[in-house]
């Protein structure tokens, strides 16, 4: 299989999709209004990785493109929980991908502790072949959930997906006391939005 060929289209739509979610990021502060995008990171996923959820989910080769959505990653970070719906409100408006699917583990968390919105979408891109359809995944998650999912996929990495019984339980904590952070920092939303308007200022 020659991965460079396979991939380019996923590393294409990257680009452009961080380039126009960061586009919209600068809006917001073009209009000194207060930014839902704390800030975006993209990956196309690593081979051995693909190979090896095809593997885990019995998928043949050439049929990567069409059952695993997360080749093409992007990650949108918000400070704050409706900053998430706001995101997802805007990415619902815009007419230069279709979304395939939404999947809101904010209100039904994994039993894991995991909590985000997955958005899985269809974006057009224009190859030297023509217009192609390339599937992409678009997560979108508070600081404090990234913070979570972040050391979460570390010890899932260390252990081969075979965390201690122990340790996830003290993930799930985690992720109990990182939700109450975002619940907390939510009551004061106002409040520090003004400070850091006033932080901005000086
Ligand atoms: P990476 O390294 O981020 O690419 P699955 O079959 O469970 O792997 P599926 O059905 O394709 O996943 O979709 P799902 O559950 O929405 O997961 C896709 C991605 O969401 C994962 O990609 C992770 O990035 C993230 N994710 C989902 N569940 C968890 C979780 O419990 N903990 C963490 N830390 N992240 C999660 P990959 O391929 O696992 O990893």
Redesign the pocket.
């Known amino acids: 299989m020659n991965w460079e060929v396979i991939l380019a289209p996923y590393e294409q739509v990257v680009e452009e999709l961080k380039v126009k979610l960061k586009g919209m990021r600068k809006q917001f502060e073009h209009e000194s209004r207060h930014s839902p995008i704390e800030f975006i990171t993209a990956r196309v996923?690593p081979i051995p990785?693909i190979l090896e959820?095809a593997e885990?989910?019995q998928v043949p080769l050439d049929q990567i493109a069409d059952e695993?959505?997360?080749i093409a990653?992007i990650r949108v970070v918000c400070q704050f929980v409706d900053d998430i719906y706001t995101v997802v409100d805007m990415l619902r408006e815009r007419s230069d991908f279709t979304i395939l699917e939404e999947?809101d583990?904010i209100k039904s968390k994994?039993s894991?502790g995991?909590r985000?919105f997955?958005m899985i979408i269809q974006y057009p891109t224009e190859t030297i072949h023509g217009r192609k359809l390339v599937t992409a995944?678009i997560?979108i998650r508070t600081l404090a959930m990234n913070f979570w999912?972040?050391n979460?996929?570390s010890l899932?990495y260390k252990y081969k997906g075979r965390i201690p019984e122990k340790i996830q339980k003290r993930l799930q904590l985690a992720a109990e006391a990182a939700f109450n952070l975002d619940e907390e920092m939510s009551k004061i939303k106002s409040e520090i939005q003004e400070a850091n308007r006033i932080f901005h200022r000086l």
Do not use: L, P, V, W
């Open positions: 996923k990785s959820k885990r989910r695993i959505q997360d990653g999947i583990y994994k894991s995991y985000s997955h995944e997560q999912a972040t979460e996929h899932n």
